[in-house]
């Protein structure tokens, strides 16, 4: 049975990443909306199986998916868990443990992550049905205020108490904590998301020393220091040098490896982003992708949930993770990433 140092170095493996497949029943109905797919078991079973089965990308780019509770349990429509079908390629099966973001009483606006309740058990369920790795998505909104205290704080305090609670029970845990570049009113600078993004990781990494949680047996999740979707935009060098900096300035080099999400960005700026990262170079950690939205939407699209598109859908799928993983070398290229 591998570590827990073992199983997070393998989720960011050179030239992998994670596929962040997670989106709870309501999520995926809002992306099922933007294909007017109806959603049902059956079809975002249908959806995961394309994804699943795109064999190139998921055996030699992606390391892991976190999944949501149902798709754990589910399988193929040949009657494959997918759980299997992941191990086939290698590919470690991971799981969304928190039960979503709530409104933080007396702070309108802004939300703390709730699921700790019986955590302990789900996760003892979870690594019976073979998941070696789970996620909690914290939120730190940016208002018209910028976040509160009490924001970045609970949701600090919450994901350290998730991280140890899957440590004990043998599961790697990505810390997730966004700082929001899709929220309300969306209009921040790059400068504001770099403030917030630098308190808030700060505030996690206390929190999980206070928690005693081993930090070579975590991946940590956060955003790129981006503008919000309304703000000034800026160059991709900009963003990676605020990123690397106030990554550096937080997160200890015994984390073994950083995956961004890619919430607010296309899916070429989440590529070019990262590569720019490695540019930069002297990186303590592994840096790669957890991107849900920036490896699936170009997939989603050609898929249009119709079965004579799978393999239209598979080749946008494999060719996105190709780029990404690139990405994750620093070798990502705009003019290979658009003759595709
Ligand atoms: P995005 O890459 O679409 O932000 O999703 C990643 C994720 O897992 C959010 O929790």
């Known amino acids: ?14 030239g992998k ?18 294909i007017g797919l109806e959603s049902t078991e059956t079809s975002r079973r249908d959806y995961r ?34 759980v299997e079908m992941l191990r086939a390629n290698n590919c470690l099966p991971g799981i969304k443990v928190d039960m ?17 309740d019986g955590l ?9 049905l073979g998941a070696t790795f789970a ?38 845990p990505i810390v997730e904590p966004e700082v929001l570049a899709d929220g309300k009113p969306g209009n921040h600078t790059i400068e504001v998301c770099e403030t917030v993004t630098g308190e808030t990781l700060a505030d996690v990494f206390e929190q999980l020393r206070i928690a005693g949680v081993d930090l070579s047996g975590i991946i940590l999740k956060p955003n790129m220091v981006i503008p919000g ?20 300035a937080t997160v200890p080099a015994t984390v073994p490896g950083i995956a961004f999400l890619s919430g607010g960005q296309t899916c070429e700026q989440a590529s070019a982003n990262l590569s720019a990262m490695h540019k930069i170079g002297g990186l303590p950690w592994a840096l790669t992708f957890s991107y849900g939205r920036a490896l699936q939407a170009e997939a989603l699209a050609a898929w249009g949930g119709k079965a004579e598109n799978v393999a239209a859908a598979q080749k946008a799928f494999v060719h996105r993770a190709r780029m990404n993983s690139l990405a994750s070398q620093g070798l990502w290229e705009a003019d290979v990433d658009r003759a595709a």
């Not at 049975?1 to 050179?14: D, E």
């Open 100 to 116: 979503g973001a709530k409104p933080l009483p007396g702070h309108e606006g802004e939300t703390v992550t709730e699921g700790l």
């Open 229 to 248: 979707i309304n703000g000034p935009t800026v160059s991709v060098e900009d963003v990676a040098e605020r990123t690397v900096r106030t990554l550096k």
């Open 17 to 34: 990443g994670i596929l962040a497949a997670d989106e709870s029943t309501g999520t995926i109905k809002k992306r099922f909306d933007t």
């Open 120 to 128: 302990r058990d789900r996760l003892a369920e979870y690594r019976e």
């Open 135 to 172: 996620k909690w998505r914290g939120v730190i909104a940016i208002g018209e205020k910028g976040p509160t205290r009490a924001s970045i704080h609970a949701n600090a305090h919450a994901l350290a108490r998730y991280a140890a609670l899957c440590q004990e029970a043998g599961i790697v």
């Open 49 to 82: 199986e394309m994804l699943f089965g795109a064999k190139e990308a998921m055996s030699q780019y992606i390391s892991g998916v976190i999944l949501f509770d149902e798709t754990l349990r589910q399988s193929a429509s040949d009657g494959t868990p997918f």
């Open 1 to 14: 049975m591998p570590n827990l140092a073992q199983i997070a170095q393998q989720l960011v493996a050179t």
